[in-house]
């Protein structure tokens, strides 16, 4: 079931900055909420499911999780099912997917009930922008570049946006009571504190360094029938080459590479294949060894995992709201960002929601959709962070019981590859249906005690 209709607006005109996943989830959660709903793109918005240039990862395998479909699903109620239309392949969690890790092999391949979607971020964002422009009080406007975020003189909100049009220059000014930075960079909330003279927030950086690269390749008629996707982890710390194989629109494989440092990745196609060769399992290399070469590979760098802490502006101003990208940037390889960023876009709306009936809902609203979405951002930093800190050039603050985490993750995979009810749960919070604050339980917590014993 979606979200709840609102029927009184809160506001006349709110702007959303960035049409990408988290900008499109943004529209949607406030749409309801205010009479208009500008969003501006610098792009052109491609009339089908194609990577944006303003967008260089969008060539590359996203990952939606449960989480993640389950927040869309709510704020466009059947939007699953647009995707399977357009193209996109159900999957079903966790039977459809194989993953491998070295010295376990295979987990289990058990389902779970539920389905997810596999499709290019491309078809996402063109399924939800399909959505949005069914909506009379929604404008996209593209090719469109913000030069910045405008506040009062006071400092105290945000009044406007500052905007150019990228092909003949002309500038407006759009008036607005809310204004969601969804640039991805958050660069625009940055600097709107910097000019009313506010601190800039502490940022919580992991440095891994990080080069990926991506193919399309046609999914052949022998292809395996006892999966359709394939995740292998890398043979840590030993080496940092990893894969993820998924199947997207159009019966292809999007097959991205990861390694970190010298061990990147290359861009043709026979190191490619060496590359893949080299991973710590053989099914992906086998799987693609004979496939005709796609046409280009792309690749894309990534140096850091970067949180901003917003939440601690004291003096945050009201109308303005980072989201997605602008306030945490997750390594990509655990395909968490998309995922999200929705769940930010449906925590927002949800208290709009709450809000409608206070006698002005946008005053405040900043720092409580900021101490909200902290526990949404928690788990899946620590589930990445915590696995990159395994390789001893990675930089950043060390937590300080950093081996026993480590151990307690692999007691997980060995618990759960003999109990189904376990592998259920680490699933869940995998696919940020559930916290892992789960794993406090004390019957969870006793039965990987034991196990870290017994290693």
């Not at 529209?27 to 909420?33: D, R």
């Not at 405008?150 to 407006?172: I, K, M, Y």
């Amino acid at each position: 079931m979606g979200v709840a209709v609102t029927t009184r607006h809160i506001g006349r005109q709110a702007v959303v900055i960035g049409a990408g996943i988290a900008g499109l989830a943004a529209a949607g959660a406030i749409a309801n909420h205010f009479e208009r709903v500008i969003v501006l793109e610098r792009d052109n918005l491609p009339m089908e499911a194609a990577p944006r240039p303003g967008a260089p990862q969008s060539w590359h395998l996203h990952g939606l999780l449960g989480g993640g479909s389950y927040a869309l699903d709510q704020l466009f109620p059947g939007l699953g099912d647009d995707m399977v239309r357009a193209g996109a392949v159900p999957l079903r969690i966790n039977c459809d997917l194989r993953e491998e890790y070295p010295g376990f092999g295979a987990i289990p391949q058990r389902d779970f009930g539920w389905l997810g979607y596999s499709l290019s971020r491309g078809l996402i964002e063109l399924t939800m922008r399909r959505r949005l422009m069914h909506r009379a009080n929604i404008a996209l406007r593209q090719r469109c570049r913000v030069l910045d975020v405008v506040a009062a003189q006071d400092g105290r909100n945000v009044v406007a946006v500052r905007c150019t049009d990228v092909d003949d220059g002309h500038c407006d000014t759009l008036p607005a009571e809310l204004v969601i930075d969804a640039s991805g960079r958050g660069s625009l909330t940055v600097a709107l504190l910097e000019t009313i003279g506010q601190p800039l927030p502490e940022e919580t950086v992991v440095g891994i360094d990080l080069g990926y690269t991506t193919g399309i390749v046609d999914i052949p008629e022998d292809a395996p029938s006892d999966w359709k996707g394939i995740l292998t982890h890398p043979s840590a710390p030993d080496s940092s080459r990893r894969s993820v194989m998924l199947p997207i629109e159009g019966n292809r494989w999007m097959v991205t590479m990861a390694g970190r440092k010298d061990d990147r990745p290359p861009g043709n196609w026979e190191a490619f294949l060496d590359f893949a060769r080299g991973l710590s399992t053989p099914t992906i290399f086998n799987a693609i060894r004979y496939a005709d070469p796609p046409g280009r590979l792309m690749r894309f760098g990534f140096p850091e995992s970067t949180w901003r802490h917003f939440e601690q502006v004291a003096a945050f101003p009201d109308g303005l709201l980072p989201i997605g990208d602008a306030i945490c940037r997750f390594n990509p390889v655990y395909g968490q960002g998309m995922t999200v960023a929705s769940q930010e876009a449906l925590c927002l709306h949800r208290l709009l929601q709450e809000r409608t009936n206070e006698k002005d809902p946008l005053v405040g609203l900043g720092p409580a959709f900021l101490a909200k979405i902290q526990p949404l951002i928690e788990t899946p930093w620590m589930m990445a962070a915590v696995p990159d800190f395994v390789y001893p050039d990675t930089r950043g603050k060390r937590p300080p019981d950093l081996q026993r985490q480590l151990q307690f993750g692999t007691a997980l995979r060995r618990i759960a590859i003999r109990d189904e009810v376990f592998h259920r749960l680490i699933v869940e919070v995998w696919h940020l249906l559930k916290p892992s604050s789960v794993y406090h339980d004390q019957e969870i917590a006793r039965l990987v005690a034991e196990e870290m014993a017994d290693a």
